[in-house]
């Protein structure tokens, strides 16, 4: 039996990678060639796909290893939104929901969406934008609800390969205790 066709989902690190403004650029180089390649690295924990911890927001507390790990495994669904920085309509969601939810098109959460979703029971959102909410937000409201209620959030995701619909996806963040966020390598897999 098939186990299906597994989709990378994740931003690359590269030097090239475009960052949130004001977050350190990333750094890629050759530390050492000889008697083993060795190669440095040097970004923000929030560069490319990456998993935001509670202690991100000011006022709460909790690191990457505070992050639920049965959160970021398991029944996924991906929502196409309407644009970049659009607000996330959840009447417009696929029913039944799935328990983690990927927005596709960089759509934006606000505070109305986000308590619906956690009547809905989400468990995980996640963005191919730089952040599930706008970027007007000066005290991050949203991550601010959503991070207290254990909802775990990955943003920067790469969706442009996963259509709309229903995958299982499987996405740990890089353990970095006491950490606000924490890099991220996120696969879904198809159905068989």
Not at 121 to 136: R, Y
Not at 139 to 156: F, M
Request: aromatic fraction near 2%; charge should be negative.
């Amino acid at each position: 039996m098939s186990r299906g066709t597994l989709i990378d989902i994740t931003t690359p690190l590269t030097n090239q990678t475009r960052v949130f403004p004001g977050d350190p650029p990333v750094r890629l180089r050759v530390a050492s060639t000889s008697p083993a390649r060795v190669t440095g690295l040097s970004c923000s924990v929030h560069a490319a796909t990456h998993a935001d911890a509670p202690c991100h927001v000011a006022g709460l507390s909790g690191g990457v290893e505070t992050l639920p790990l049965e959160a970021f495994i398991g029944p996924a669904c991906v929502h196409q939104g309407h644009g970049v920085w659009t607000r996330v309509d959840v009447a417009r969601l696929p029913q039944p929901l799935e328990p983690r939810l990927l927005l596709r098109g960089a759509p934006v959460l606000d505070l109305e969406a986000a308590a619906e979703l956690l009547k809905l029971g989400i468990i995980l959102v996640g963005t191919d934008g730089a952040s599930i909410e706008a970027a007007d937000s000066d005290d991050l409201p949203v991550h601010r609800l959503l991070l207290q209620r254990g909802v775990a959030l990955i943003e920067g995701l790469d969706l442009s390969a996963a259509r709309p619909g229903r995958y299982e996806l499987i996405a740990l963040p890089l353990l970095i205790p006491g950490s606000d966020g924490a890099p991220v390598r996120a696969v879904l897999r198809e159905s068989a």
